[in-house]
């Protein structure tokens, strides 16, 4: 009786160059992500793109997200910044994500190159698509999802990461003052009541914010 041989092991093919090898894999990457986007592109067209096995793409780079981040060559990994934010208490969600975007841009090595990808956002052309639709699905849907059965969940998601965007926007790509010098606990303490109301929408922090604006001169 013919022995079925089994299953291909994930890895690198011998006599392969790594080097060449993961280099021809982000080159068609860019390619794909640039004509088709992140979402339309896979793991399986950037393979056929480059020439090499789906399990090759697994063996150097995790999903499309890594890919993502070395296409940039931007060390920082927003997905896992956020996936890591989610656990835990709904009502600490707010603050635990502002303060682990704070702690990730706040590492030198990361901040000229995350900037750099934060303009190409704002720019026109297949990296401003590929970025954009990468935030969207990576961070705020996966925010919309941990909200559950919320009827404007998405909307609630996105207003949320506007609030940590600008944060970003204004300290470390505009750094203007005082944001740009002010520390992670005083932001958070300032912002994090904010990101937390879009996202869960507690009235106590309407009441704190508010209520004070009555007393305003328009209203005497």
């Known amino acids: 009786m013919e022995q079925r041989e089994g299953p291909r092991r994930r890895g690198r093919p011998r006599g392969a160059n790594p080097d060449d090898t993961k280099a021809r894999i982000l080159a068609a990457a860019a390619a794909e992500f640039g004509e088709r986007g992140y979402e339309a592109a896979s793991i399986r067209s950037i393979a056929r793109r480059a020439h090499v096995d789906p399990r090759l793409v697994h063996h150097y780079f995790d999903d499309k997200s890594a890919l993502v981040a070395e296409v940039v060559a931007v060390p920082l990994r927003p997905d896992r910044i956020v996936q890591g934010a989610l656990d835990g208490p709904m009502d600490e969600l707010g603050a635990r994500l502002l303060r682990a975007v ?27 698509r590929m970025l954009r639709e990468f935030l969207r699905r990576e961070i705020m849907l996966r925010l919309a999802t941990r909200l559950g059965d919320a009827e404007d969940a998405e909307l609630r998601a996105e207003l949320a990461a506007s609030q940590v965007v600008g944060i970003i926007m204004v300290r470390y790509v505009l750094a203007f003052e005082p944001v740009a010098s002010m520390s992670d606990d005083e932001l958070v303490a300032r912002v994090a009541p904010v990101v937390q109301f879009h996202l869960t929408g507690d009235a106590r922090i309407l009441d704190s914010t508010v209520a004070p604006a009555h007393n305003s001169a328009h209203d005497e």
Request: charge should be positive; proline fraction near 11%; avoid cysteine.
């Open 102 to 128: 704070l702690a990730a841009w706040g590492n030198p090595k990361v901040q000229p190159a995350a900037a750099a990808a934060m303009r190409s956002v704002m720019a026109q052309g297949p990296v401003s």
